[in-house]
């Protein structure tokens, strides 16, 4: 304990404040704008939203179709053989016990969220998806494109961005024995210069802004989805007091859960939260209809296989504004947010493995879990809205964008609904808390000099950061919702997105240069 405190101590004393100031400037303004008006902060999140998406959402399909052949190269290739740490390195955790790690703290809330509201919304045309491509809502062909998309937009693709990240951090850091930072990664391409403070300064603030941004974006979506759980599940109704609530006590543990460390956190609730997603999924396929949920998920990975490109280079104009601004591009934002500092996340449990086996475990697996989840989950929920053993889409329609998922678990066989509702609140805080451990401590780390990221950042930076964090959360949750109900969520994870893109960018060329043109170094 003394220990820490000296720790804490000397860390106050290296605060970074050219990164520090600028990022909570703009994070800790925006809760003031919220605290002081409200609707100016949601307004002008939104209208950033639109500007841009529409402006560059082509640089983030060039982009990501690109990490996606590099990830697959780099899996396929000789390089598939390079390990870690050097080819004596012993990995630190078990196989599925990383998996565990990597699978629940890179995913977070999002795939229990959408598993059955995406395929719904695109297979109802809730709100205009299906317009601009012809097809007809509420038909099997309506059902097939709505898994196909989902299946695009939750595996192989946007875990590539991940993937490519952290194996490009990992490279760096273990066996050219580099710092561990966004700015180490830059290096390839402009040599020391990127070490230079002023250079450093910017990268990181950037960076750091946007994993902000992406934890603010998914602490809103933890609450509004806790919330309209308990409004859909046990009738409990909205309220200011409760969102505070809420919000307050996902703050509180997710930060008690990063300060206890890694081991001891992130470890037993990754596994923990693997296990619930195992148990869900075998209890919907044993009381779902089976055979329509295999018929469905493989016409769906057909859809997506034979729209491959044609979904991977539209940047609006092909798919629409309601479809793929709203959803495709949203997506793309949120992951490329998180993607360069959940790419040292990811570094951070792999020494001692092999780039083969850093890409099953964080490319392969994940994808092929997201396959089955939708397939599973988003199955089920087609099939109960096409029997008409529920109105999932009427319940959309009447209470926003995430409210299918409480209507579809209250109408489950044999009345499973009444225990798995309360399981999967459970489920939700867990994986929102399981992702956010490691990102607030990953946000104070980047405002301490010359101390590596994953280390004990001290407890007042982390408390600042929180409450910031919370305030912009739970005003967003409250009075963002808009039309579908959740888009306070999704001009946040656009800001996000367009906040590190052009670093983005960068690091893939970096990636090019570092693995295909300079000396691998083993």
């Not at 509004?224 to 007091?241: A, D």
Request: proline share 3%; net charge neutral; charged share 10%.
């Amino acid at each position: 304990m003394s220990e820490n405190r000296e720790t804490n101590g000397e860390n106050r004393k290296a605060i970074r404040w050219e990164v520090f100031l600028p990022a909570y400037f703009i994070v800790g303004g925006a809760a003031l704008l919220g605290l002081m008006n409200k609707e100016a902060l949601t307004k002008g999140a939104n209208a950033f939203f639109f500007w841009s998406l529409d402006s560059f959402g082509w640089l983030f399909q060039w982009s990501i179709m690109a990490c996606v052949i590099l990830v697959g190269v780099a899996t396929f290739s000789k390089l598939g053989n390079l390990r870690f740490g050097g080819k004596d390195a012993k990995a630190k955790y078990s196989f599925w016990t990383w998996f565990a790690m990597a699978l629940t703290g890179g995913i977070a809330t999002g795939i229990v969220t959408w598993g059955v509201n995406e395929p719904l919304i695109y297979y109802g045309n809730v709100w205009g998806e299906l317009t601009q491509l012809g097809i007809e809502p509420n038909t099997p062909r309506a059902a097939i494109f709505a898994m196909g998309r989902s299946f695009y937009n939750w595996t192989f693709v946007p875990y590539a961005i991940y993937a490519l990240c952290g194996l490009f951090v990992s490279y760096v850091y273990y066996n050219k024995k580099d710092r561990l930072n966004v700015t180490t990664t830059l290096k390839p391409i402009f040599g020391q210069t990127a070490t230079n403070k002023g250079f450093a300064a910017i990268i990181d603030t950037l960076s750091m802004l946007a994993l902000t941004i992406g934890l603010i974006t998914g602490l809103t979506m933890c609450i509004t989805l806790t919330m309209s759980g308990l409004k859909g599940g046990y009738g409990i109704q909205e309220s200011l007091p409760l969102y505070i609530a809420i919000g307050a006590g996902i703050i509180l543990t997710f930060t008690f859960s990063s300060y206890i460390g890694m081991d001891r956190g992130l470890k037993v609730l990754g596994n923990l939260n693997a296990w619930f997603y195992y148990a869900l999924l075998a209890l919907l396929l044993f009381t779902g209809p089976t055979l329509y949920i295999l018929r469905i998920t493989t016409a769906g990975v057909a859809e997506w296989l034979h729209n491959f490109f044609l979904w991977g280079l539209d940047p609006i104009d092909i798919g629409g504004e309601a479809l793929t601004r709203s959803w495709t591009l949203f997506d793309w934002a949120f992951w490329v947010g998180y993607a360069p500092v959940t790419g040292i996340f990811l570094a951070m449990i792999s020494y001692g493995r092999t780039v083969r086996e850093f890409m099953i475990v964080n490319w392969i697996l994940p994808s092929v879990f997201g396959i089955i989840w939708f397939g599973v989950w988003g199955g089920s929920a087609l099939n109960m809205q096409a029997t008409g053993g529920a109105d999932l889409i009427g319940a959309i329609n009447s209470g926003g964008a995430v409210m299918a998922l409480w209507e579809f678990l209250k109408h489950l066989p044999f009345g499973l609904g009444t225990i798995v509702v309360p399981v999967n609140i459970f489920v939700i805080l867990i994986s929102f808390i399981t992702n956010a451990d490691a990102t607030l401590t990953n946000i104070g780390s980047m405002c301490v000099r010359d101390v590596p990221i994953g280390t004990e950042p001290p407890a007042k930076m982390k408390a600042l950061w929180g409450i910031s964090v919370g305030i912009v959360a739970i005003i967003m949750a409250a009075f963002g919702g808009g039309v579908q109900g959740v888009d306070g969520v999704k001009a946040l994870a656009a800001a996000a997105g367009f906040v590190v893109l052009f670093i983005f960018v960068l690091q893939v060329v970096a990636f090019v240069k570092t693995f295909f043109v300079d000396k691998v170094v083993e």
